[in-house]
């Protein structure tokens, strides 16, 4: 063992005795020099590695201190960072709750399965003069404790005075007996009965300007229910054996039962109780809040009997899953059973040693029928005095203790490059390894039953959401991304994990460093969390969000180009389908949606299945329908007004004809162009329709390499045009323009006021405005001139303007446009373009120069994100005939080369020598 492992192990000793309030001596380094008997540089020097490499904390007290990161995350609390300015700040970091002040807090389930009930509780306190409440729910399951807690919350929020009464009556104490608990509950008038030789007051009078908790209120009979129907009425009462006067009291009202409400109360007794909460049974409530159950009442005993109680996993496993008929109430009883007969056996240990031969026979049976286990280890739980249910849970729950962890590199991640410069890019390649980590330790290592009802929901809304977002984004997800986000939303669910201030400050700051990397994956992630939130229940939390961020950036999912879609229309029990299943798979890819038909089926019919998948489809690039039956040709008419882009009917499908067409289709070629291209290799019969109605006004935005940036340019506009004037943006392929021209589809479709790009397309009836002439403020009489119709107010005009030359500035535009650093990037570009300039003995234009910047910052980054254009027309011929300008160009580049560790290849330089062709 070196030097540095042995330093390591000290200080693993030295943490496990560690007392924040009084450090020890023996963690810093003049000490530890002195115990090694080695220089104090030598050990500082072997301590600061350890820290760097986030083994060892630091405080950076004097004298500085050493601590033992695992031992100090494990016994008590994890870290965001491995260096602190003091002890203070190491307190600071402390979990605490955000809600301290809620009472409610106090109950396992509160964002849980008990959520709802507490809304509803908190809705009727807080409403004035406060709503009837009955709670119901079998015995045990914790009626009266949380009526207790509705009293100490009106207290805490001041809706009642300090000093107001909590009255609890037990209705089933008098129930043989009608009048006693009618004497006792409202009291009673001198001489009504035989020994009321006084009047006295009853519990009502007793919690007059509080709250009366009537528990087992089913025993109240008819008569007495209905004595209940002025107070909750009018707010009086009279005591029994008075006829004439009332008295008013001011008191809140809590019912609480075990027994179905309708067979066991009188209708207009419930009509007057607005609130009716249903607490759930112990085995309703999951094994999750069950095994929180089980933490708190041992930690109870632990404080009872003063001494540490430990416990097996698997005498831990059979106490939480067994089933408790007496629900919370049985599980307090056994667990102080067990506490006590360990005790007994424990006398000379100086703690309770608990196994699974320790717990009753009834339980130790149930345990032999499981046929799997959730903690196959050996490991064992101890619990004392000190110990926190929060802790405790966490600590011990595998999955959830594994997501924590993760986070807590998220943020130590992220605290530590803060100080040396925060590197988004950098951010992700040393985050992706943890976030793979988790998600194959939730799905492999975990041993509950996976296959249960939540985790098959969970498995297929995730899938209905990726299936959304594949075609409508044009993003392909395979069979374990479904898996892996399923698996992490399953497991994490509604469990909430508390931060200190210190670290909600450090995940503010995270998600505002971040936001820019990953924009797309924001939509997705937003999408998906929508989905969950209405069909399971589960929110997403800030991390959860920047967690699912990193693992979709790493599938490398990008909005792509929208394609044509197909379905096909045939009439049998499965020919429809049977052709779109073959294509599909011979292909690969999910092409064709099949519509099978009943023989007797009407055309309308056919058209409502149609155009509900048009509705979940984005068809606006076109829409092809394959038929099988002349009878369909005309099937259009019934949803032409409905669909915004071309629609292509092809008469006598084949499985033939639907082949060669899905490989057209996934070659991204145009509506037009694929039915050109059918009818040389086929005979068909079809029909395109565009559709009739008035046309939207559009402005194209395009991108000679590419329709990502076209897509950036396309928000910065949106940006720019208020949405209330009805222009839309819309990102379309540069190639497509320049090669159909006016025959593009989307010239049929959409009123196209101009096209702003990053090259000219040379369309001569449509108006081209550069992105240099936006960026260098020299576009305002075009953008008047093409709005000038659809706007028409000179104001609205200028501020149009305004907003474009604010959006647009050369900054903004490549901040929009890459992730890197932009004045960094700038830099590098502009040094690119001086030694251009040198090399080929010419000055480049203001213009062009705008052009290069743009164009060689997206360059940049599609280099570094190795996805760089691989194509480029006449390549071969370009490198034969232009070898002077391509050395040119990758000797003036080299610049960026060096400084961001990458190459550029032939068809990057073919873009660039375009750009600066283009001028001469």
């Known amino acids: 063992m070196g030097l540095k492992e042995e330093l390591l192990e000290y200080l693993r000793n030295e943490t496990e005795k560690f007392n924040i309030k009084r450090p020890s001596a023996g963690l810093t380094a003049n000490y530890i020099a002195d115990v090694f008997k080695v220089k104090r540089n030598t050990i500082s020097h072997y301590l600061n590695q350890l820290v760097k490499e986030g083994k060892a904390l630091k405080i950076n007290t004097r004298p500085v201190y050493f601590l033992n990161r695992a031992v100090f995350e494990s016994k008590f609390y994890p870290l965001p960072t491995n260096i602190l300015e003091s002890f203070q700040e190491l307190e600071d970091l402390k979990p605490v709750k955000e809600q301290e002040t809620d009472v409610f807090d106090e109950l396992i389930g509160a964002d849980g399965s008990l959520k709802k009930a507490i809304t509803q509780i908190k809705a009727s306190v807080l409403y004035p003069g406060g709503l009837p409440i009955i709670l119901c729910g079998p015995t045990g399951v914790g009626k009266s404790f949380t009526a207790e807690l509705i009293y100490k919350y009106c207290l805490e929020k001041n809706i009642l005075p300090k000093n107001a009464p909590f009255v609890s009556f037990n209705c089933a104490q008098y129930a043989n007996n009608p009048e006693l608990l009618s004497s006792n509950l409202f009291g009673y008038a001198k001489g009504a009965f035989t020994g009321a030789n006084t009047t006295k007051d009853g519990m009502l009078a007793a919690a007059d300007g509080g709250i009366l908790f009537l528990d087992e209120v089913h025993r109240l009979n008819a008569e007495g229910q209905e004595k209940l129907f002025t107070l909750m009425d009018q707010g009086v009462y009279r005591r029994m054996g008075e006829s004439d006067s009332c008295h008013r009291v001011n008191v809140r009202l809590i019912f609480a039962t075990t027994e179905e409400l309708e067979k066991n109360f009188l209708k207009t007794f419930l009509r007057r109780i607005p609130i009716r909460i249903t607490i759930p049974s112990l085995d309703e409530r999951g094994e999750a809040e069950k095994e929180q159950f089980v933490y708190m009442f041992l930690i109870n005993e632990a404080k009872k009997v003063h001494l540490p109680i430990r416990i097996t996993n698997r005498a831990m496993e059979a106490l939480t899953r067994h089933r408790y008929t007496g629900n919370m109430g049985e599980l307090k009883n056994t667990i102080k059973y067990i506490v006590a007969a360990s005790l007994v056996k424990s006398q000379n240990l100086g703690e309770v040693r608990i196994t699974i031969q320790d717990l009753p026979a009834n339980i130790i049976e149930d345990s032999l029928n499981y046929s799997d286990t959730k903690l196959k280890n050996s490991k064992e739980i101890i619990i004392d005095e000190n110990s926190t249910l929060e802790k405790l849970y966490e600590l011990n729950t595998s999955h959830l203790k594994c997501i924590k962890d993760t986070y807590e590199k998220i943020l130590s991640l992220f605290a530590n490059s803060k100080e040396k410069g925060f590197s988004p890019e950098y951010f992700q390649e040393n985050l992706i390894n943890e976030v793979n980590a988790l998600l194959d330790n939730l799905i492999f290592n975990n041993t509950q039953q996976e296959q249960g009802t939540m985790l098959k929901l969970m498995i297929a809304n995730v899938q209905e959401a990726l299936e959304y977002l594949k075609k409508n984004y044009g993003i ?427 190459k550029i290849n032939t068809a990057e330089i073919g873009y660039i020598c375009d750009f600066l062709t283009a001028e001469v």
């Open 476 to 902: 392909k997800f395979n069979g374990n991304s479904i898996y892996a986000i399923a698996h992490f939303l399953y497991y994490k669910g509604n469990n909430s994990i508390h931060w200190s201030k210190r670290q909600e400050q450090l995940i503010n700051q995270l998600i505002e460093s971040i936001k820019p990397l990953y924009k797309f994956e924001q939509t997705l992630v937003k999408y998906l969390e929508t989905i969950l939130e209405n069909k399971v229940d589960v929110k997403l939390d800030k991390l959860d969000k920047v967690f699912l961020w990193i693992y979709l950036r790493n599938l490398k999912v990008a909005e792509t180009p929208q394609k044509v879609k197909a379905v096909i229309l045939a009439h049998g029990y499965a020919t429809a389908s049977s052709i779109a299943n073959v294509v599909n798979r011979l292909l690969g890819k999910n092409i064709f949606e099949p519509f099978d038909m009943p023989i007797d089926i009407s055309v309308e019919e056919i058209a409502a299945k149609v155009l509900d998948y048009i509705k979940d489809t984005d068809v606006s690039k076109g829409l092809i329908i394959l038929v099988d039956m002349g009878s369909l040709k005309d099937i259009y008419q019934e949803f032409k007004d409905q669909v915004k882009g071309p629609i292509a009917i092809i008469n006598n499908v084949s499985t033939q004809m639907a082949l060669y067409l899905g490989s057209m289709l996934d070659k991204e070629l145009f509506l037009e162009e694929i039915v050109e291209r059918l009818k040389t290799e086929n005979q068909i019969e079809y029909k395109i329709i565009y559709p009739k109605r008035k046309k939207e006004d559009v402005i194209i935005t395009s991108c000679q390499t590419g329709i990502g940036t076209a897509l950036q340019i396309q928000k910065l506009l949106e940006d720019s045009i208020p949405q209330e004037l009805g222009i839309k943006i819309l990102a379309h392929d540069y190639n497509a323009l320049r090669e159909s021209g006016m025959n593009e589809a989307i010239f049929k479709v959409y009123n196209v006021l101009a096209i702003i790009g990053t090259a000219d397309p040379g369309i001569k009836e449509i108006p081209y405005i550069s992105l240099e002439e936006l960026i260098a403020g020299d576009s305002e009489e075009k953008i008047r001139k093409v709005l000038k119709p659809a706007v028409g107010e000179e104001e609205r005009l200028s501020e149009i303007n305004k907003n474009i030359v604010r959006n647009c500035s050369l900054e903004r535009v490549i901040d929009s446009l890459t992730i890197l650093d932009c004045n960094k990037i700038l830099s590098e570009v502009e040094e690119f373009v001086n030694q251009l300039e040198v090399r080929l003995k010419r000055r480049i234009s203001n213009e062009r120069k705008i052009g290069l910047y743009v164009h060689v910052s997206c360059l940049v980054e599609r280099l570094i994100r190795r996805q760089p254009i691989e194509t480029y027309k006449n390549i071969n011929n370009f490198e034969q005939c232009q070898k002077e300008m391509i050395k040119i160009i990758k000797e003036s580049f080299s610049v960026i080369e060096q400084t961001y560790s990458v």
